[in-house]
């Protein structure tokens, strides 16, 4: 964990704070989220579904603050998020986060009319280290709470970023998914495709560690691919030849390990170069499948939606420069307006969340002190699940 900064003896004094705060605030009918349809809103939003602990306070589409205390070091040794430490690490460092989100601000608990959590998908523990904080929060304050779905917090990113219009057809592409979805309102999305398998941002991060580069692998191998030639290692475009926009990713994973065996039993070990061939040529397949797949999921919705057609992406892997470059490229020849959020409300944030739970308020919207956590929660509850969804796949 990076250092708080944050001078604080935890819970019992962040409590006595909440609810001298709290003897302060309006009561709970003024906050009814019914008045919430037209009048500024000022949401503070938590995050803990994976190895981010987020705070940060949104009004209305401006970002006040957002904090994000990544858990990297924690489970560097282990070579993945160890879910048990998650939860431990988020429970610790939550009260901070929002205290330090809060004092960004220059804001109070007094001045919020909502609290935004994550409710699922994700690590069920830290999904839970979250709501229960946001609980004892609105049980202290009588702010209204509300349950946010992670997957819809990267989805209405664009229109936090950049007031996007629904509809729009979006890429969310990170480490635990990938799918085009047609973001028809707050609660409204169509899949249209996705992974079948893994998702690109755990390629990314499992090339890295083959590679001896740091977690989280994206951004390293996409640093070290900046010297690397894409043309050196042949590796597949997996599904290129089907029609449609579904994906997979696991075959690259496999394609990668071969080649870099093949390197070390050539020269018994990688060069810098050697690290950074395999690494652009690891991109460009991903990318190539990306921008293809993406070209289909367009022309699939531009028959659907012909006038003013806008296209986003978001999650951790749309951070990718090559990707991104790659898909503006696309839509520019498309005609089709490109939205790509800023790189830190691309991954996991927790402005998102406040944001997707200010619409939720603005429609009416709230949960009440029964919210649960939910490890699993599709965004598109009709669409069937996808083929050979594993451990992350079956979320998206
Ligand atoms: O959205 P996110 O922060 O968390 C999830 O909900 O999964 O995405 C994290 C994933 C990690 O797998 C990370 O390696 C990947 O996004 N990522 C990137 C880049 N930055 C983060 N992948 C490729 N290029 C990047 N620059
Ligand atoms: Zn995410």
Redesign the pocket.
Known sequence: FAPSGVSGSGWASFRHHCLQQAAMLPRIDQHATGSAMHRSLTILGIESS?D?TAAAVVRDTDVLSSIVYGQTSLHAQFGGVVPEIAARAHAEKLDHCIEEALTAANLTLADLDGIAVTAGPGLIGGVLSGVMCAKGLAAATGLPLVGVN?LAG?ALTPRLTDQLAYPYLMLLV????CQFLIVKAHDRFQRIGGTIDDAP??A??KTARLLGLPQ????S??RAARTGDAKRFALPRPLLNQPGCDMSFSGLKTAILRARDGVVVEKSGLTPQDQADLSASFQAAIADVLIEKTRRALDAYLQMQPAKPAFAIA???A??GAIRNGLSTLCAVLDTNFVAPPLEL???NAAMIAYAGLERMRAGESDDLTLSARPRWPLDQSAAPMLGSGKKGAKA
């Open positions: 994976c981010d992670h990267h990170s480490g635990g998914h941002g755990e990314f991060d989280p692998g994206g951004p191998v996409e999650g951790g892997v951070a990718n691309c991954t996991d």
